[in-house]
């Protein structure tokens, strides 16, 4: 069974930065697809970022060339960098790993960005 725990959400304001972690158990982490997804107030949940096992990553339209989603194996941690941060970009954000039948998510962390 595969656990993920996300930190780094908090307030911040338009044009900041902020570092998300999402921190994962087991043995399967280095062979795994991880997303970031994010679901502000009233909307549907929305994929933002993925990497995969090799490092190839891609992004949601909205967030291109402000976040990069980053891996480290050795500590079975994935990183979203954001940065230039918009009112948009609040929700909460959702740590993701797919591999095979296993389909884990995180608690989510808020992050709001607000004057």
């Known amino acids: 069974q595969v656990r993920l725990v996300e930190s780094g959400g908090g307030l911040v304001q338009p044009g900041g930065s902020l570092r998300l972690s999402c921190a994962a158990s087991g043995t399967i982490f280095n062979l795994s697809t991880v997303d970031w997804y994010r679901q502000a107030p009233g909307k549907e949940r929305e994929l933002v970022a993925v990497?995969?096992?090799?490092?190839?990553?891609i992004y949601t339209d909205s967030v291109k060339g402000r976040f990069t989603i980053s891996r480290e194996n050795s500590k079975n941690t994935v990183f979203l960098q954001m940065n230039i941060l918009k009112p948009e970009d609040t929700g909460v954000y959702y740590c993701?790993?797919?591999?095979?039948?296993?389909?884990?998510w995180g608690q989510g962390t808020q992050v709001t960005v607000s004057s």
């Open positions: 990497i995969t096992s090799g490092g190839s990553t």
């Open positions: 993701h790993l797919r591999y095979f039948s296993i389909d884990a």
